[in-house]
């Protein structure tokens, strides 16, 4: 387990980068624990992580520069294979965000990306789309060292492009079977 420490990068899975901003030790049901509190960017929220189930949690490092290189490839890639079915679509793309894995979650954000340029999307997906946008987003943000905003549109307009390239492409989303 990596010993995070106040000032460090993280990403905690359904909420997005952020930063550590305080390690303390509580009494909580009557036992010492150390917990890691975490300034979430995109939504201001805090998040308290027991340091002992932290890798549990899904709580892992910031990607370094080499690899939004290997997420951009990952965006640009063709689809991969999704249940037609939409609530089974639905459950199999929250449980890739919840891996809190970045090349889970940029699949996540490339499939919604084409089902919506394909198909449209329901409006579970679209509000599903737009958080998985905002958790790649905040981490590319602290990866190349971006502003929010920057961030933001750097993602928005390498979709746009990826998109464009589509257009025309036959579409590999959906699975033959559900």
Known sequence: MPAYKVGDKVVYP?????????????EVLGQQREYLTIQILYNEMTVEVPTDSADRAGLR??????????????????GSQMPKNWNRRFKHNRDKIKTGDVFELAEVVRNLSIRELDKGLSTGEKQMFGRAK??????????????????SEFLENLLDEIAQGRIGKPNRTEALVD
Not at 61 to 78: F, K, M, P, S
Request: negative net charge; aromatic residues 2%; without cysteine.
């Open 61 to 78: 490092r910031v990607i370094g520069e080499e690899t939004v290189i290997e997420v951009i490839a990952v965006l640009q890639d063709d």
């Open 134 to 151: 905002k958790i790649l987003a905040s981490e590319l943000m602290y990866a190349r060292d971006m502003g929010e905003d920057e961030a």
């Open 14 to 26: 359904h909420h997005g980068a952020g930063k550590i901003i305080r390690k303390e030790k509580k």
